[in-house]
């Protein structure tokens, strides 16, 4: 049986137009009464909020979750991604870069996505078997969401689908693995099991030092990789949205909020654009881009 989404990328967008939202909201911690601080959580809230959209409404965190369970199948932590899944539908990762800058984004132990996969192994079990009562999943669409942040104020977001900007899994598989065989062959150590590229133990004589071997996984951020795409003469004192998905991608979107208004008065365009293929860039791929100025 296939289940449509609770929420899709173009839902999330038309949300974001609809509130002319260029400002993080305020969010209080209902057990201890404070305003959630942190810049990069009061982001993630945004984005919750964009894809799940009566919750933009509410303060209190309580209130919140209670609208995210009717949207989301998993809620993650910030150790594992993604941040958050759509039931039925896409896992998003939110990154937060520090005002206007488009330096690179730490994705830390995690090499890029072009999809979530069941069985990738920095992914929390709680995330694998999120759907399970309605069969599971193997394989789902990934959204990185990227936003530049100042204070409260959004400099920027990019929802971009993982196939447009990652390579397949296989390439930075292999270079995991490549690192992991080579440590391993350093002759006279003793290597412990670990999910990290690699763990040496008993390192001194006394056998009580050991060393962790970490992966340290980043990527361009969007705007600098799609810059052509981009327009240049845009105001930069507004806030930017890009979506940004492969043709198909939009044609497999069946709940496709009408966008008329938001073409007419200008605050938004739909392009039909061509990017490199992330596997093989003498081609390229059919997309679609939504641009906004807010």
Not at 150 to 156: E, I, P
Request: charged content about 25%; overall charge neutral; hydrophobic content about 35%.
């Amino acid at each position: 049986m296939g289940y449509v989404p609770s929420s899709n990328v173009l839902i999330a967008l038309y949300n974001i137009l609809s509130r002319k939202q260029n400002k993080l909201s305020k969010v209080v911690n209902h057990i201890s009464n404070n305003r959630v601080n942190s810049t990069g959580d009061l982001l993630e809230y945004y984005v919750k909020d964009a894809f799940c959209g009566i919750s933009a409404d509410l303060e209190m965190t309580d209130d919140k979750l209670k609208e995210y369970q009717q949207t989301f199948s998993y809620l993650g932590n910030s150790n594992n991604p993604p941040d958050f899944v759509v039931r039925h539908g896409v896992g998003v990762e939110v990154k937060k870069i520090e005002r206007r800058n488009t330096n690179g984004i730490a994705l830390n132990s995690s090499f890029p996505k072009d999809y979530l996969y069941h069985d990738d192994l920095r992914i929390k079990k709680e995330c694998r078997e999120c759907e399970a009562e309605f069969g599971g999943w193997t394989k789902k669409d990934m959204i990185y969401a990227v936003g530049n942040v100042t204070g409260d104020h959004l400099h920027s977001l990019w929802l971009i689908y993982g196939d447009c900007y990652c390579a397949d899994k296989a390439t930075y598989q292999r270079i995991a693995d490549t690192i992991k065989t080579g440590v391993s062959s350093i002759p006279g150590v003793e290597f412990g099991e670990t999910k990290e590229l690699g763990r040496i133990n008993r390192v001194d004589p006394l056998g009580i030092t050991y060393l962790r071997i970490r992966g340290m996984w980043g990527i361009e951020h969007p705007s600098a990789v799609f810059r052509s795409l981009l327009n240049n003469d845009a105001d930069p004192t507004k806030t930017h949205i890009n979506v940004l998905m492969r043709k198909e991608t939009y044609d497999q979107i069946s709940d496709k909020p009408d966008f008329t208004h938001f073409l007419e008065n200008g605050m938004l365009t739909i392009r039909d654009v061509k990017i490199p293929n992330p596997n093989n860039p003498a081609q390229n791929l059919e997309a679609i881009l939504y641009s906004s100025i807010l």
